[in-house]
Nanobody
Framework: QVQLQESGPGLVKPSQTLSLTCTVSGDSITSNYYYWSWTRQPPGKGLEWMGAIDSSGSTYYSPSLKSRTSISRDTSKNQFTLQLSSVTPEDTAVYYC???????????????WGQGTQVTVSS
């Protein structure tokens, strides 16, 4: 059974770059057909899909976040990472990594999800 675990700093200052890592066990991030994605949930709001990386390493981004977002992977560690630059307090959210056959998922009723990690943007 696949398991995903997010890790990274819980507090980031405005204008800095947020960096999170998703460590995967029970499956390889190079497995065919799967997308490995990042989604976030700001306080009081719904899930917002940020982007994904597929088994070949191709990346896909939300148009609204594309200019600030970068997703990469380390296949030797079976990890994929999220970088979000120039953060503001509006980027405060719980950040999730997930695996699914669909690229863009905004419900936890499908796919496999990590537990999520709280990131607060504040000086």
């Amino acid at each position: 059974q696949v398991q995903l675990q997010e890790s990274g700093p819980g507090l980031v200052k405005p204008s800095q770059t947020l960096s999170l890592t998703c460590t995967v066990s029970g499956d390889s991030i190079t497995s065919n057909y799967y997308y490995w994605s990042w989604t976030r949930q700001p306080p009081g709001k719904g899930l917002e899909w940020m982007g994904a990386i597929d088994s070949s390493g191709s990346t896909y981004y939300s148009p609204s976040l594309k200019s600030r977002t970068s997703i990469s992977r380390d296949t030797s560690k079976n990890q994929f990472t999220l970088q979000l630059s120039s953060v503001t307090p509006e980027d405060t959210a719980v950040y999730y990594c997930a695996r699914d056959l669909r690229m863009h998922i905004t419900t936890m009723n499908i796919g496999s999800w990590g537990q999520g990690t709280q990131v607060t943007v504040s000086s």
